[in-house]
């Protein structure tokens, strides 16, 4: 088992940045991948990123591409999600999310192509 735990959440306003981490505990010495999802209220649970064990491949969801960044530190088994620009419709609860034994592809852009998933973190963005 994985345990995932998110942080960094909060209310900003439109324009602004946030961070995001997620710290994996468990089973971290089993290569798997990571990324996040979000909910918004009403909403489906959607895929924002996603990066491979070994940063190699990295995925966005088009509606945060060149404004959210991916990434991770193997060493402290922690990712990230750097989230610039913010806008009122990025406003969800964010879930952080490890495959296991994965491979890169479109499977992790579905929820059900994740094993593991953290309890989440709510971003609020203000207009």
């Known amino acids: 088992q994985v345990q995932l735990v998110e942080s960094g959440g909060g209310l900003v306003q439109a324009g602004d940045s946030l961070r995001l981490s997620c710290t994996a505990s468990g089973r971290t010495g089993v290569t798997f991948a990571m990324g996040w999802f979000r909910q918004a209220p009403g909403m489906e649970r959607e895929f924002v990123a996603a990066i491979s064990w070994n940063g190699a491949d990295i995925y966005y969801a088009d509606s945060v591409k060149g404004r959210f960044t991916i990434s991770r530190e193997n060493a402290k088994n922690t990712e990230y999600l750097q989230m610039n620009s913010l806008k009122p419709e990025d406003t969800a609860v964010y879930y952080c999310?490890?495959?296991?034994?994965?491979?890169?592809?479109?499977?992790?852009?579905?929820?059900?192509?994740?094993?593991?998933w953290g309890k989440g973190t709510l971003v609020t963005v203000s207009s």
């Open positions: 999310t490890a495959a296991e034994f994965s491979p890169p592809g479109s499977s992790w852009f579905k929820p059900s192509g994740m094993d593991y």
